[in-house]
């Protein structure tokens, strides 16, 4: 079969070699991912349904999620792109249905192998043919010699896993969600004790309003991280100034129990300035950097 390399946008996708480039320079993508952006740069402009990619990554015999495994190979897409989910120039989502590569595809010969002349490419563009089926990642092996390594050209570039998986970092983010969201409920427990300790009238109102607003924010972030929605990335980092001032707010909270626990709240204040950070890191695991933005 001729190798082609496929080009959109500032990428080239290099079936022959396994490889995604931008503008020349190799990108790191796994297998599930890199089979379907192939699938979609293939069928370019046309809606590919969740259907049709389970049978084309998986196959009939489904042992694994496949609505999971779906959500992550299109985010790693949109990672390797630099694609915005909510303004994509490349992969679009179609919700309910699929998706489609909206940026156009060329098509170009790989230069390593014999390659058909342009009025060829011209012919079947003209006819309305389909692109070739992608290369198998066994496409080199010699069939007459069992269990034979794939050659360099056909051997899937797998990208090293990152310092935390996704799913691990999503979780952890969750859990702090939930330990504020205890915190805010003792506070409003103990409210009356706070109000004996001879602070002035305001710090009770202000817990109280921090408290409520917290809630809210902390119920918004667990929807959204809970159901994995791709956008929650981006809405943590416009809200993260928000965050970080509500967060050192109540970083201060321990020193309420200083007469008794006495310099040992200095650390739980460091622990809780700390958090923002932590959960700003959790979600650049979860969701990647976007250019421009920071995070998706």
Same mark, same amino acid.
């Given at each position: 079969?001729?190798?082609?390399?496929?080009?959109?946008?500032?990428?080239?996708?290099?079936?022959?070699?396994?490889?995604?480039?931008?503008?020349?320079?190799?990108?790191?993508?796994?297998?599930?991912?890199?089979?379907?952006?192939?699938?979609?740069?293939?069928?370019?402009?046309?809606?590919?349904?969740?259907?049709?990619?389970?049978?084309?990554?998986?196959?009939?015999?489904?042992?694994?999620?496949?609505?999971?495994?779906?959500? +992550?190979?299109?985010?790693?897409?949109?990672?390797?792109?630099?694609?915005?989910?909510?303004?994509?120039?490349?992969?679009? +989502?179609?919700?309910?249905?699929?998706?489609?590569?909206? #940026?156009?595809?060329?098509?170009?010969?790989?230069? #390593?192998?014999?390659?058909?002349?342009?009025?060829?490419?011209? +012919?079947?563009?003209?006819?309305? *043919?389909?692109?070739?089926? *992608?290369?198998?990642?066994?496409?080199?092996?010699?069939?007459?010699?069992?269990?034979?390594?794939?050659?360099?050209?056909?051997?899937?570039?797998?990208?090293?896993?990152?310092?935390?998986?996704?799913?691990?970092?999503?979780?952890? @983010?969750?859990?702090?969600?939930?330990?504020?969201?205890?915190?805010?409920?003792?506070?409003?427990?103990?409210?009356?004790?706070?109000?004996?300790?001879?602070?002035?009238?305001?710090?009770?109102?202000?817990?109280?309003?921090?408290?409520?607003?917290?809630?809210?924010?902390?119920?918004?972030?667990?929807?959204?991280?809970?159901?994995?929605?791709?956008?929650?990335?981006?809405? @943590?980092?416009?809200?993260?100034?928000?965050?970080?001032?509500?967060?050192?707010?109540? #970083?201060?909270?321990?020193?309420?129990?200083?007469?008794?626990?006495?310099?040992? +709240?200095?650390?739980?204040?460091?622990?809780?300035?700390?958090?923002?950070?932590?959960?700003?890191?959790?979600?650049?695991?979860?969701?990647?950097?976007?250019?421009?933005?920071?995070?998706?």
């Amino acid at each position: 079969m001729q190798a082609e390399i496929l080009r959109f946008d500032e990428f080239e996708l290099d079936r022959g070699r396994y490889e995604l480039r931008r503008r020349g320079q190799p990108l790191k993508l796994e297998k599930v991912p890199m089979e379907l952006l192939i699938l979609l740069a293939e069928r370019e402009g046309q809606l590919v349904t969740r259907e049709e990619i389970v049978q084309r990554l998986w196959g009939d015999d489904v042992f694994v999620d496949t609505r999971q495994g779906i959500n +992550t190979a299109v985010r790693k897409i949109r990672l390797a792109l630099k694609d915005d989910p909510d303004n994509p120039r490349i992969l679009q +989502t179609v919700f309910g249905k699929g998706y489609r590569l909206v #940026a156009p595809v060329t098509i170009a010969a790989d230069p #390593a192998q014999a390659a058909p002349t342009r009025a060829d490419h011209e +012919t079947r563009a003209e006819a309305g *043919s389909p692109l070739p089926p *992608s290369a198998s990642p066994l496409e080199g092996r010699d069939a007459t010699q069992p269990g034979a390594q794939p050659s360099p050209e056909t051997r899937p570039h797998v990208a090293r896993p990152g310092p935390i998986e996704p799913k691990l970092a999503r979780r952890l @983010f969750l859990v702090i969600q939930i330990g504020y969201l205890a915190l805010y409920a003792a506070a409003f427990v103990l409210l009356p004790n706070i109000r004996r300790l001879g602070l002035p009238p305001v710090m009770p109102s202000l817990t109280l309003v921090a408290g409520a607003v917290g809630t809210a924010i902390r119920l918004y972030l667990i929807s959204a991280v809970g159901f994995n929605y791709a956008g929650s990335g981006r809405l @943590f980092q416009q809200a993260f100034p928000g965050i970080l001032a509500l967060d050192a707010l109540w #970083a201060a909270s321990p020193l309420l129990l200083f007469q008794s626990w006495g310099e040992l +709240t200095l650390l739980f204040v460091a622990a809780l300035a700390f958090l923002p950070f932590s959960q700003r890191t959790l979600m650049l695991s979860a969701y990647g950097a976007v250019r421009g933005r920071g995070m998706p």
